[in-house]
């Protein structure tokens, strides 16, 4: 079992940027690949972003390269999502979830949070 928590979330206006942290407790952090997914209300969750173990290799989704970056740390069983130029179309809850490959459907990752919101302003 993994127990993940979400936090950062919060209100900004578009341009603006936010930085969300995930933190891990339970089985072996390292074991994972992590994953940030987002749904926005009344929308199926989406897949934003993924890590490696190592952290040596990240995917992205369409919508959100080159202004998102995710990164972990091993250490502090921690996975981040800097997020920068946000736009009004960012605004979801965002969930972390672990799982065995680095994938960006969903049914791919065994353990998720319970979501931290992202409002972003027009």
């Given amino acids: 079992q993994v127990q993940l928590v979400e936090s950062g979330g919060?209100?900004?206006?578009?341009?603006?940027?936010?930085?969300?942290?995930?933190?891990?407790?339970?089985?072996?952090?390292?074991?994972?690949v992590m994953g940030w997914f987002r749904q926005a209300p009344g929308k199926?969750?989406?897949f934003a972003a993924a890590i490696n173990r190592f952290g040596s290799s990240t995917v992205?989704?369409?919508?959100?390269?080159?202004?998102?970056?995710?990164?972990?740390?091993?250490?502090?069983?921690?996975?981040y999502l800097q997020m920068n130029s946000l736009k009004?179309?960012?605004?979801?809850?965002?969930?972390?979830?672990?799982?065995?490959y680095i994938a960006t459907s969903r049914n791919r990752y065994d353990y998720w949070g319970q979501g931290t919101q992202v409002t972003v302003s027009s």
């Fill in 88 to 100: 009004p179309e960012d605004t979801a809850v965002y969930y972390c979830a672990a799982g065995q």
């Fill in 44 to 46: 199926e969750r989406e």
């Fill in 60 to 79: 992205y989704a369409d919508s959100v390269k080159g202004r998102f970056t995710i990164s972990r740390d091993n250490a502090k069983n921690t996975v």
């Fill in 10 to 32: 919060g209100l900004v206006q578009a341009g603006g940027s936010l930085s969300l942290s995930c933190a891990a407790s339970g089985r072996t952090f390292s074991w994972y």
